[in-house]
């Protein structure tokens, strides 16, 4: 995985994958978003993305499109905020934590959920996403609520 990871980095496959993903068919589209999680497991390649603008379409992924490319997304999302403080700027800048709490509010698989919550656990780390996500009512209902289903599906 990581060969691959280095080989499409090196051909300028990176940027080929964004612009696929901006502009191809639904079909090659969702193979890009697969490409993306694939290769964004490594740290300079997470770099690559965020220099070639791929936070931009993440984000643009998680309201717009389907439910798949929202959980590939969100998971890209927690990776390249994890370790990087300069993806959580500008994700922050981008508006993330916003576009992830109205993700919140749809029904969601669990892999998208657990996406989800991490990125909005990753991005916690910033004051200002503390801020955001502490004045809105609506995200700590929302949050109340899944720790609810989760007590309420670990005692069954």
């Known amino acids: 995985m990581m060969m691959n990871a ?35 497991i490594v740290e300079e390649i997470r770099v690559a993305l965020g220099e070639e603008g ?13 439910s798949t490319a929202q959980e590939k997304s969100a998971y890209c999302l927690w990776i390249l905020t994890s370790d990087r403080e300069n993806f959580r700027v500008s994700i922050l800048e981008l508006g993330c934590v ?4 109205q993700l919140l509010q749809k029904p969601l698989n669990t892999n998208t959920l657990e996406h ?4 909005i656990s990753a991005l916690s780390v910033s004051d200002r996403t503390l801020k955001i996500l502490s004045s809105s009512t609506s995200f700590l209902l929302q949050l109340a609520e899944l720790i609810n289903n989760t007590i309420l599906l670990i005692s069954f």
Do not use: C
Request: aromatic share 6%.
């Open 54 to 66: 791929a936070v931009e379409v993440l984000l643009q992924l998680l309201v717009f499109d389907t």
């Open 98 to 101: 916003e576009n992830l709490q």
């Open 116 to 119: 989800v919550l991490r990125a």
């Open 6 to 40: 280095w080989a499409i980095s090196a051909y300028g496959g990176v940027l080929l994958l964004i612009e696929v993903r901006q502009s191809g068919m639904p079909i090659t589209q969702m193979h890009a978003d697969g490409a993306i999680k694939n290769v964004a």
